[in-house]
């Protein structure tokens, strides 16, 4: 019976959200599996590996949503359509290290750092691989990291396990 018990108490529950309560306090989830609605506004279009979601009013912002190991690539067709998705909160910290991590990487010339932050912006196609977009990101996050007078900026996405359009 203790060992039923143990089970119950160490697996994880689900959470089920809206795009609001996770762009409310997304920290409260970090590292929580949460199922997730929204409609589909962007697919990645190089590899098919980020899509981004809203909820029913547009105020609370966009979701990203990356394909976890379990997902190949989300296909561009799920622009425009709802999907539940199934995966974990996950926070993404910005701080002076990371930023001179990325800053010496570009400088070293590979263009395939996974530390360039991708938040699926309005024309972001015409700057990817790109250096100097790169290096005045860098600059720009520096200095909101010193007008706002933190030590870092976090950025949440969920880390999909799964997803399904819904019909």
């Not at 309560?21 to 409260?28: A, G, I, K, L």
């Not at 949460?34 to 098919?48: D, F, K, P, Q």
């Not at 530390?115 to 196609?125: Q, S």
């Not at 990101?137 to 010193?146: E, G």
């Amino acid at each position: 019976e203790s060992a039923d018990q143990n089970a119950a108490n160490n697996s994880q529950e689900i959470v089920m959200m809206t795009t609001t309560d996770f762009n409310t306090h997304p920290e409260d989830f970090v590292g929580k599996e949460v199922v997730i609605e929204g409609t589909t506004v962007h697919v990645c279009r190089e590899g098919g590996k980020r899509m981004f979601i809203i909820g029913d009013t547009t105020a609370g912002g966009r979701i990203q949503i990356k394909a976890g190991d379990e997902i190949d690539a989300f296909n561009v067709e799920l622009e425009g359509s709802d999907v539940s998705v199934v995966g974990v909160v996950d926070e993404l910290r910005i701080d002076e290290a990371y930023l001179t991590e990325w800053e010496n990487e570009l400088k070293a010339d590979n263009a395939e750092s996974a530390l360039k932050i991708h938040k699926g912006e309005e024309g972001h196609e015409h700057s990817e691989g790109d250096p100097m977009a790169e290096f005045n990101q860098i600059d720009a996050y520096r200095a909101q990291l010193a007008d706002l007078g933190v030590d870092h900026i976090s950025f949440f996405s969920i880390i999909a396990k799964e997803y399904k359009e819904k019909k």
